[in-house]
């Protein structure tokens, strides 16, 4: 059974009054950035700071990816109220040992979000992600899908985007102040599609952001064995990657990327797309 759900809505830009190099007064968009502070079953947990687009998903994909809930009929009710900035979330059974998972703490490198409850790594290694695999021809149709969606980025900057692909085509595309919250926000909409739960099994998650060793993780969590960035990955972000088995593609714009790991799940057509301007040393997988 599916939670109830709320269709808050808040402005997701500001226009603002600015001046220029020029010295001239011009008028501009900015983000919003709300506070979101989350009661689990009339229990404060967390304060999330997020653009607002689809504060019931976040919420929801947050509970998720923070393992405190493992299946989505475990949520009775997901409330928001702009009007006071909190969501009130009432699960069917409770949260068993909720005060002992969410006592330790982890500060992370995410903006928007930066804390995460409990040992990153916990679980890791019993994650099992599925066969998959991606064409390049599929890798440059998702760089160029992302190329010509209408973002808050484009009117006034300052948030990540992240989107997820089945093949090169989109499924839904997210945006918010900070990268986890709209890797969050695309896990709980992933729960809440058609009938059954969507499985990632053959997605691909693509974000503006870097891939650290959290989102990495996140990602796993959800089942998509395939991330793509437009940024670069970090030292434990590849370390995961490698673990997991996952396919990492980085600094991927235009006709340019960076195949960290997971090269096995990556199908290139050299012959298609070499040229001089790329020539480099033949990679054998």
């Known amino acids: 059974m599916r939670p109830r759900l709320t269709q808050a809505h808040a402005p997701l830009t500001r226009e603002v009054s600015v001046v220029n190099e020029l010295g001239c ?4 968009s900015i983000p919003a950035e709300r506070a979101l502070t989350v009661y689990v079953d009339k229990r404060e947990l967390v304060t999330l700071m997020t653009l607002g687009a689809h504060p019931e998903l976040l919420v929801l994909g947050f509970l998720r990816n923070q393992r405190l809930v493992s299946a989505v009929d475990e949520v009775d009710s997901i409330t928001v109220d702009w009007e006071v900035g ?6 069917r059974q409770g949260i068993s040992d909720i005060e002992a ?4 703490r982890v500060v992370t490198t995410g903006c ?8 990153l790594m916990a679980e890791v290694d019993s994650i099992q992600l599925p066969a998959a695999s991606l064409t390049q021809t599929e890798l440059y149709g998702i760089v160029n899908a992302i190329r010509l969606q209408e973002t808050t980025y484009k ?3 300052s948030v990540h985007g992240c989107a997820l692909f089945k093949g090169a085509d989109m499924l ?7 990268r986890h919250n709209a890797l969050d926000t695309i896990a709980g909409w992933m729960w809440m599609h058609d009938d059954t739960p969507m499985t990632g099994a053959d997605k691909v998650f693509y974000t503006t952001g870097r891939l650290t060793s959290e989102m990495v993780i996140k990602s796993a969590q959800m089942g998509v064995p395939i991330v793509v960035s437009r940024s670069g990955i970090t030292e434990m972000g590849l370390d995961v990657a490698q673990r997991l088995g996952l396919c990492a593609i980085g600094r991927a714009t235009n006709k340019r990327f960076l195949c960290y790991s997971g090269v096995e799940r990556l199908t290139l057509q050299l012959d298609q797309f070499s040229s ?7 990679v054998t997988v």
């Open 172 to 178: 839904v595309f997210i945006e918010d102040v900070g």
């Open 155 to 157: 009117s006034s900057g």
């Open 86 to 91: 909190a969501v009130a979330v009432k699960t």
């Open 25 to 28: 007064v011009d008028t501009v």
């Open 276 to 282: 001089a301007e790329h020539a480099s040393r033949p």
């Open 112 to 119: 928007g979000q930066g804390s995460v409850f409990g040992d």
């Open 101 to 104: 998972r969410t006592a330790k």
